[in-house]
Every structure is written in C-alpha cells, then in structure tokens.
C-alpha cells in the first residue's frame, strides 16, 4: 500500500483536509467542513473569537470522511491554519482522549482570530518598539496578551501556553507539554525577529509580557513529535510536522516559478511574490507601507499586501441586503443572492460607481475606512453596484502592490486562487483588467495541499 501525507488547515470558516501520495504529490483525497464557530460579541470592544471546540468537532468529522485505508497507512502528518491569531490552553491538560479514536479540547480559551479588534491604535501605538523588520497590529497574538495584560491579567495566570489553533492541535497530537512553531507562525503575531529566528525576549519582559506563554521555535518542514495515540485510524507514532501559515501554505502549492505572482482573495486578500534568495528585509516596520515581507521556506521571504479587506467585504454587502430583504418582509437565501449579484454584474460590464470597500480600514492604513463616491441616479442597479464593489476589492490590493512593482520584479505570471475568485467571474474579470499580465488559475491553490507538499519535499 502506498504511503500518504495528511495535510490539515484549520482555516477562518472551514477545516479541509487532505491525503497526498507520498512519492508522486498526487491528492488522494480530500474532504472540508464548515466550522461555524465564530462567536457573538456583545462586549462593545470589537472582539473576534471562536469556538476551539467547534473547530476541533469540524476537523473530526473532516477526517471521519477520509478513505480508512488511507488513513492506516498516513507516513506524516502537516498542520497549517489561519496566522496572527492566539490560542492560551493549560499545557498537561489541554484536551480529552477519552474517546480514544480522537481528542476533544478542555482547559483552553477561545481562539482570539486575526480578525479581532480590539486593539485600538492609540492601544497598538502605547506599545513597545519591535526589533523586527513587522510592525504589530489588532489581531496579532503579542497584541491581543498585551490586551489582556491590561485589560484582564487574571485571565492570563490560568494558561500555561499560547499558540495558533494549527499550533494547538499540533501540541495535542504529540502530547507536548510546551508549544512548537515556526517562523511562519511566529512572526505574525509580532515581537519576532526572523533574521535571528527569536523572540524580542529582553524587550518584551521589559514591558511585564508573560514570555512563558510563548512558543518555542523551529526551522518551517521540522518534525516536532509523533502522534501519542490513534488518530482516526491514523497508528500512534506518525511524525508530525510543526504548524505552517496557511497563506505560506496556499503559495507553496501554486506557485510554480520565480516569475509568478499569486492573488488570493478569500475571505481577505493577499498578493505576493518571492523575494530572491539573497533577500534581507529592514531592520524595522516600515510604517505605513502597504507591502510586507513574511518568511517563506529554506529562510526565503515573500513580499506581500495582506489586504484585510477581500471576499469578507463581498460578503458584507450580501449580508446587508440579506437584512434589509428581511425588514421588508422578505426571506432570502445567501447563496441564491450570490447568484443574482453576479449575474447582474455579468450584464453590467462597467460601472463609473466607485466604491472603496476597506470597511475594516487596512493595516498600513487603519482609519481609512469604506465609501462610494460617483454615485448618480444611472449607477444604482444592483448590477453596478456589485460590479463597482468587486472592482473595488481588486483595486484596493492593486493598490498596495501596483502592477508596475511586480514587473519590477520580473513578475510576468499572475496565479489566482481564494474560493472567492474561484466562484465570482466579475471579480476574474476585474483582476485581468488590473493586471496586464498572463493571468491563471490554480487548481491546487490550497493551504492543506501545500502543507502536505512542503513535508513531502523534505522527506
């Protein structure tokens, strides 16, 4: 029987996981399911959480679909998920094996996302300086624990660990007692030094931050323990790899040449490109800059725009109809509306609407929030509307990576992926108006294929 890697990611709104033939990188097979865990926030301080749980029930039944001889024969094990976002958990009793066949989780908190807002710029500006070439954001894991320092102290003396949730299950899996990451996970939550691979330690325990709850940190491709008991048939003993970034994850399985690009829009947007292999990034946050530089594999950097802004603000507008249809005595179904949206927009090939859609404001630009401008009595159909709003996505990130930068680079190939390019063709259509590029669409643009890959290349 073959041998398959298993691939994970833990993503904002789904788990997928994946099998991949060990010696061709062929998928096996492949299963995803909604996690439907975010949590309501009534607290007025602009929170993002979700339920840890309801994630780990998603990755259950996830696996619960895979082919069980499949499973028998898993040679290693990747984990990737979302980035930026922090999970606190007491390290000897983190979960619950009871079950036998998998582990449910207990003596954590709620997983903070990337998306949490609760810290305000004069909140992010009362911090202390980096020594790393990232600045820090709301939603970064150092971030959020400052909050918490300030806000509820107490609430940080009953976890022993934090990490990302793909850090969490990892920990899980083996039984660590302590928390494993990479430089991929580790930089986006801040106080990181990539050059170094450390922690700002002496910087950070200056400013009174629980060091204890960080992460310890090891080269992107490492083994960091084996499973410590069976895992939805998978045997105990299957090495398992450290947690990788999603969005380092989606590029590794796409992009296929130095001379690509790759634009993901999903539920928010990235657009990047390899750095050459001698590459160093700055001392320090380059303030202001829309363009980023995260760590990559074989201690490589990908420049990025990381728009927070991306299907997100599709989705918004959708659900924003949804709830006027519903006033007005109408029962609409999400999906349904999608449809009509996009076919209006279809029949509206162009608008002169223009609507910047940066509802959540930008992380080089966190005050600069959404507006429509231009509006007229002839602009107003839904199909301009629509057709105006993904225009707006698509040139919001062109605007923080212009295509004149790419060529700069030697980019002449543009890789589209996100599931919200893959089932929106006016959004298709405005990416290949922005970009004069070749422009295609991967078929394995996928956090959980590249996870699988990246572990199947170190083999």
């Not at 036998?100 to 954590?108: A, S």
């Not at 969005?247 to 928010?268: E, G, H, K, R, W």
């Not at 893959?422 to 298709?428: C, H, I, S």
Request: some cysteine; charged content about 15%.
């Amino acid at each position: 029987m073959s041998k398959f890697i298993l691939g994970i990611d833990l993503g904002t709104t789904s788990v997928k996981a994946v099998l991949l033939a060990a010696g061709c990188r062929t998928v096996a097979a492949g299963h995803s399911e909604p996690t439907a865990a975010e949590l309501s926030d009534d607290s007025g301080i602009k929170a993002k959480e979700q339920d840890p749980g309801l994630i780990i029930n998603a990755v259950n039944r996830c696996l619960a679909q895979l082919p069980g001889d499949k499973l028998q024969h898993v040679s290693r094990i990747g984990l990737t998920g979302q980035m930026h976002g922090v999970l606190l958990w007491k390290a000897k009793s983190g979960c619950d094996w009871s079950n036998g066949n998998y582990f449910t989780p207990r003596d954590t908190s709620q997983l903070v996302t990337w998306q949490d807002g609760r810290c305000s710029s004069d909140f992010l500006s009362s911090l202390p300086k980096p020594e790393s070439h990232l600045g820090v954001s709301t939603g970064f894991g150092c971030a959020t624990i400052f909050w918490y320092m300030k806000h509820r102290p107490q609430f940080l003396e009953d976890f022993s660990v934090a990490g990302t949730i793909q850090d969490y299950v990892v920990s899980m899996l083996c039984g660590l007692d302590s928390c494993v990451t990479t430089p991929q996970n580790a930089a986006s939550w801040g106080f990181f030094n990539t050059a170094s691979s450390q922690w700002n330690e002496n910087i950070l325990k200056t400013a009174g931050f629980p060091v204890r709850l960080l992460p310890r940190c090891v080269p992107p491709g490492a083994l960091v323990g084996q499973t410590r008991s069976d895992w939805h048939g998978i045997p105990a003993g299957t090495p398992v790899g450290a947690a990788l970034g999603d969005f380092q994850c989606s590029v590794y399985s796409c992009m296929s040449s130095p001379a690509d690009a790759v634009l993901n829009i999903s539920t928010s947007a990235q657009l990047t490109f390899a750095m050459p292999a001698d590459f160093t990034p700055p001392n320090s946050p380059q303030l202001g800059s829309s363009i980023s530089y995260f760590p990559y594999f074989d201690s490589s950097y990908l420049a990025v725009a990381a728009a927070l802004n991306g299907g997100n603000a599709l989705a918004t507008f959708v659900e924003t109809l949804t709830a006027w249809m519903k006033e007005l005595g109408v029962e609409p179904r999400d999906s349904c509306l999608y449809e009509k949206l996009i076919g209006s927009a279809l029949n509206q090939e162009s608008s002169d609407l223009m609507v910047s859609p940066t509802i959540l404001g930008e992380r080089h630009a966190p005050l600069c929030l959404g507006q429509v401008t231009n509006i007229s009595a002839s602009n107003l159909s839904l199909g301009h509307v629509f057709r105006a709003l993904c225009r707006g996505v698509v040139s919001n990130i062109a605007s923080m990576m212009p295509v004149e930068h790419l060529q700069r680079a030697g980019v002449r190939r543009l890789v589209g992926s996100g599931n919200a390019l893959a089932r929106n063709e006016v959004l298709r259509q405005e990416v290949e108006r922005a970009f004069p590029l070749q422009v295609v669409y991967g078929q394995n643009a996928d956090s959980a294929v590249g996870v699988a890959m990246a572990l199947c290349d170190r083999l």
